[in-house]
């Protein structure tokens, strides 16, 4: 009897716990957005060489076409892309512009990352800004 009553004082105890503590909708700090460009690297130099050397070609994607099997999604380059290229969220490395085929290769001495062991791409395509993050 003595145990029935601790049981129940407990179960009692969660289920206010829970109702208290139940969670409430809440607004993110920043509104997350897919990239208006597909960005596919290639050509990475380790940095363990000395130097980096990142290729990327960045495309748009068609997707008019997306509900025809067909068709589907066209990936066209994207030329004259001005594209910067950051490590640590603010110290820019250089800035790149594709060329007719949508490439562009980054290049820089090892030490010039300062430790960082990804490059941030960005840009603004069709009014909408992007950051793409690539691993090194």
């Known amino acids: 009897m003595k145990y029935l009553s601790y049981i129940t004082k407990t179960l009692i105890c969660l289920v206010i716990m829970a109702t208290l503590s139940s969670c409430e909708e809440e607004e993110l700090a920043f509104e997350v957005v897919a990239s208006p460009v597909l960005a596919v690297f290639e050509n990475t130099v380790p940095v363990e060489a000395g130097n980096i050397s990142v290729t990327a070609t960045f495309y748009d994607l068609d997707k008019s076409g997306i509900l025809d ?21 603010a110290t820019l490395l250089g800035n790149l512009v594709t060329d007719g085929s949508g490439k562009t290769t980054f290049e820089t001495a090892a030490t010039n990352l300062q430790g960082s062991s990804r490059l941030e791409w960005v840009g603004e395509f069709d009014g909408q800004s992007f950051r793409i993050y690539k691993n090194l």
């Open 69 to 89: 099997n067909s068709v589907g999604i066209d990936s066209v380059p994207i030329s004259g892309l001005s594209v910067d290229v950051f490590i640590n969220e």
